[in-house]
């Protein structure tokens, strides 16, 4: 059962692909009956195609948000703000992007994920999953990563990295991210971890879990000791803003 047909209207939006810039034609949807908190007759965003924006579910995108080319919002996904989204990117589930000026392209956002940067872009393929978060004021995603569930991005240099080879494979094992969590606490997108491989991906381990692992794995002694060394600079960088406030409801940071 459809829930939206076009309004005839036709523009034309640039999309971002790294360093290239192109236009892609897109048109404007409304919804033809109540789903969700969309109401019949609500003007909703932009797209390339039926294929862009689900019938099923209570997806929508608002009046200012355009999807192109292969991006696709299912489910129950909500798109708030100004932005596009294009490439290969799949924003489904519960996730929602909510951010006054965003590009998006080629990313992977499910679970109840959230973007809620005031501004946003990504150079490279990126994936959220569970319950993982970018508040970050403003933001640029430089490169391949996997935010980890429950991972809380709320500064700009929450995301510590280290490339270990130049092979920019998604899945070459050697590249090592650390993130804060809700509470500030630091963990390792697993899926990346150099030298050790899971079967099934759990998203992210605490840094108690990862030593673990690391210890018992077939790494040299030294590629070790250079591990830990990174992370203690990742946990300073991070360190270097406030936890929240735990006795605070609402969560709020404070310098305590």
């Not at 009046?63 to 192109?68: L, M």
């Not at 092979?167 to 150099?194: A, Y």
């Amino acid at each position: 059962m459809q829930k939206y047909e076009f309004t005839g209207e036709v523009k034309k939006v640039s999309v971002y692909d790294c360093d290239r810039i192109y236009g892609v034609d897109v048109r404007q949807v409304r919804a033809i009956r109540d789903f969700g908190t969309v109401h019949t007759g609500d003007i909703g965003g932009w797209i390339s195609s039926e294929y862009n924006l689900s019938h099923t579910g209570t997806c929508w995108i608002g009046p200012n948000i355009a999807i192109t080319e292969n991006g696709m919002v299912l489910h129950d996904a909500i798109c708030r703000g100004d932005g596009v989204i294009s490439g290969r990117s799949l924003i489904c589930e519960n996730a929602v992007i909510d951010s006054e000026n965003f590009q998006i392209h080629d990313c992977h956002l499910s679970g109840h994920s959230q973007i809620t940067s005031k501004w946003f872009r990504n150079r490279a393929f990126f994936r959220m999953v569970g319950n993982s978060k970018i508040s970050a004021e403003k933001i640029t995603i430089p490169e391949r990563l996997e935010v980890p569930e429950n991972a809380h991005i709320r500064y700009t240099d929450d995301i510590v990295s280290l490339r270990i080879s130049d092979d920019r494979e998604f899945d070459d094992g050697r590249h090592l991210c650390i993130f804060p969590d809700e509470n500030r606490n630091l963990i390792i997108s697993s899926f990346l971890c150099p030298g050790i491989r899971v079967d099934k991906d759990p998203y992210g381990w605490p840094l108690e879990e990862y030593f673990k692992r690391l210890d018992k794995s077939d790494l040299p002694y030294d590629d070790k000791m250079v591990y830990r060394y990174f992370i203690e600079i990742a946990r300073f960088i991070i360190g270097k803003h406030p936890k929240p406030n735990l006795n605070n409801k609402k969560g709020e940071l404070t310098n305590e």
